[in-house]
């Protein structure tokens, strides 16, 4: 029977877990279950355990890995806050505080458990199981969606001084919270983000600033064929409407693309300039716009960055997107099952 950990990715909708050999290979079908993330934290750890039992059928897991939102302090598996994981009290919400996860998992399941924040894992899959290829000195990825992840993979050879690990290591910082790149600011006055601070990338680039964005070229620009795609309704507007017309050779289309590459070659300047990575990966649905997005973001981080740093970077989509979570997981599983032999 091959070897294998469990890697799970947790979140306020659905939990999905695989059996993962050290190759990075799915050893057995995602399997997925709602993860009742509104529930309570008792509901919800019951819905990862069934779905890490039913992902290991017919196998021996050594470890579990768990990918999860919000701010995770690794050391202890605990997820300090995840405002998008908790239960309802008094028509308010509250987001999970201090959950000790890999305990209650551990005591469930009765296996070794590590848990670390999705993004910063998505990054560590994607070095060792995807782009970097295990291989590559240094990687930052970057995923857009609703928001926008970042996480940070540092080789030895990125350091100075004694340093002891083999492989890649996802960068956590003092108290876990680390590698929250969509919070970059690339503009100090400019729009209000989510986090409450203004000109962060996120607020220029995830989905809804895309939407916003097209909208108002859309209005801007009656001939657009975006028009047509949406039957005339902005409010239809998607970022993949946006890619078809951009494919067809919309003009406004393009443009769009073209603005919210501008934006992200900004950020990438800046994580090329602080962390000197050979790679960034780029994933997430709009990162599927393609070349129009990769080549406005490839010009304006040329004109940004400098030169002897970026020669040796190259800026690509992610591969393993699909299953960043999982795969994260189970990297992080598998490092910590070579330390604990």
């Not at 990125?158 to 492989?167: L, T």
């Amino acid at each position: 029977m091959a070897e294998c950990v469990i890697g799970v990715d947790l979140g306020g909708t659905n939990v999905r877990a695989a059996a993962v050999g050290r190759s990075g290979e799915l050893l057995t079908p995602p399997v997925q279950r709602p993860s009742r993330g509104q529930e309570g934290f008792q509901a919800t750890l019951e819905q990862i355990a069934a779905t890490v039992q039913e992902a290991a059928t017919g196998m021996q897991p050594l470890h579990i890995g768990v990918a999860a939102p919000g701010h995770i302090d690794s050391a202890r598996g605990v997820v300090r806050w995840a405002p998008n994981l908790g239960q309802w009290r008094d028509g308010l919400f509250e987001g999970w505080r201090e959950a000790p996860l890999a305990d209650a998992l551990r005591a469930r399941l009765n296996l070794p458990v590590a848990v670390g924040n999705d993004a910063n894992l998505a990054a560590l899959g994607e070095y060792h199981y995807g782009v970097g290829r295990g291989q590559a000195n240094g990687l930052v990825m970057i995923t857009l969606g609703t928001g926008i992840g970042g996480g940070v993979v540092l080789t030895r050879r990125q350091v100075q001084g004694d340093a002891d690990w083999d492989g890649g290591v996802v960068l956590v910082g003092a108290s876990g919270g680390a590698g929250e790149l969509g919070h970059t600011i690339i503009n100090f006055a400019g729009p209000r983000c989510g986090c409450g601070a203004r000109g962060c990338i996120e607020a220029y680039a995830q989905r809804d600033a895309v939407v916003e964005l097209a909208r108002e070229a859309m209005r801007r620009n009656p001939d657009s064929l975006l028009h047509r795609l949406t039957s005339g309704d902005p409010a239809q507007l998607t970022p993949a409407i946006v890619s078809q017309a951009a494919d067809q050779g919309d003009a406004t289309a393009l443009a769009v693309w073209q603005q919210v590459g501008v934006y992200l070659g900004v950020a990438i300047a800046n994580f090329i300039h602080i962390f000197n990575p050979e790679i960034v990966a780029i994933g997430g649905q709009i990162a599927k716009a393609g070349a129009p997005l990769f080549e406005a973001i490839e010009r304006t981080v040329r004109e940004y960055a400098i030169p002897t740093l970026l020669q040796d970077c190259r800026i690509v989509p992610a591969e393993r997107i699909e299953d960043a979570g999982i795969l994260g997981g189970a990297a992080l599983a598998w490092q910590l099952q070579g330390v604990r032999r």
